[in-house]
């Protein structure tokens, strides 16, 4: 049995889907949801969980963003095209998020059995190829030099780039994050980057190397393949999946006995994300 299969395949999970409920709230919400599954699942007092969510018109940054010479004039263009703009808790350089994007976190429980960082990209990559079984053998994982927040990591069809994975450590849990460009234009979300990055550094020289957007090596997976995928129909997609291969799938969002150490991670990642705005000025 493969790694996939011994973590999948008639083991019992959880399924939390906020991918309607999330739209209106900010994303820091959810990283605070999936730093609190990483400690319970972590603990084994949850069990492992599949979350999707979804937040409209949001940038993601990341720390190296938060860093460049003229931040705030960056911040500025994505304010002037109706985004609002935060610095995330995880590796990684700004990513769109918006109604046509899904994001899904896998959260593991490292336990009992370390899993290193390549095992946990490779199951997100596996998990989507199983999501997208049409497309599985098209599906490629390396860097798309030109896109936003490019990784090794990257996911693509023909050279087209309409996903990214990213991935969060925290007290022996795992959460292994993807969004996936489902819906409308990749190349007008790489635009919007590209503009970013073009306020952010003015010409200027800095240590750090970032990313040359070309827009045309990034798209929707809509634009991709031809068809008029959703994001509700993927959502769909993961919930067959999750039923078809897993013993028992519990459908449950937060509980009650959750909300305190939600609050926590909540109000830590809120005042970290104040921190770092404040010092842009």
Not at 152 to 161: A, E, M, N, P, T
Request: hydrophobic share 40%; glycine share 8%.
């Amino acid at each position: 049995m493969s790694a996939f299969e011994d973590l999948f395949v008639n083991k019992e999970w959880r399924f939390w889907d906020q991918s309607m409920s999330g739209q209106s709230s900010s994303a820091l919400e959810s990283f605070a949801a999936d730093d609190m599954l990483c400690e319970l699942v972590g603990k084994n007092e949850s069990l492992p969980t599949i979350r999707t969510w979804v937040h409209d018109q949001t940038v993601v940054l990341g720390i190296q963003d938060h860093r460049l010479p003229h931040i705030a004039k960056g911040r500025e263009v994505l304010e002037q095209q109706g985004y609002q703009s935060i610095v995330r808790n995880s590796g990684g350089l700004a990513v769109v998020l918006d109604k046509g994007v899904l994001n899904v976190s896998i959260v593991l429980s490292e336990k009992e059995k370390a899993l290193d960082i390549g095992a946990g990209y490779d199951i997100m990559v596996e998990f989507i190829q199983h999501i997208f079984p049409d497309y599985a053998e098209r599906i490629e994982a390396y860097e798309i030099v030109g896109s936003y927040c490019p990784g090794s990591y990257d996911l693509s069809i023909d050279g087209k780039k309409f996903a990214g994975i990213s991935q969060r450590r925290l007290r022996s849990g795992i959460a292994v994050q993807i969004y996936l460009c489902i819906e409308g234009s990749g190349s007008k979300r790489a635009n919007l980057i590209k503009d970013f990055y073009a306020a952010g550094l003015q010409g200027e020289p800095t240590k750090f190397i970032y990313p040359q957007i070309v827009p045309e090596v990034m798209a929707s997976l809509s634009e991709i393949t031809g068809e008029e995928i959703t994001v509700q129909d993927t959502v769909i997609h993961i919930q067959r999946f999750m039923n078809h291969v897993m013993h028992n799938v519990h459908m449950q969002s937060i509980q009650p006995s959750e909300t305190d150490l939600y609050l926590y991670y909540l109000t830590r990642v809120v005042e970290r994300n104040q921190k770092m705005l404040s010092k842009i000025g």
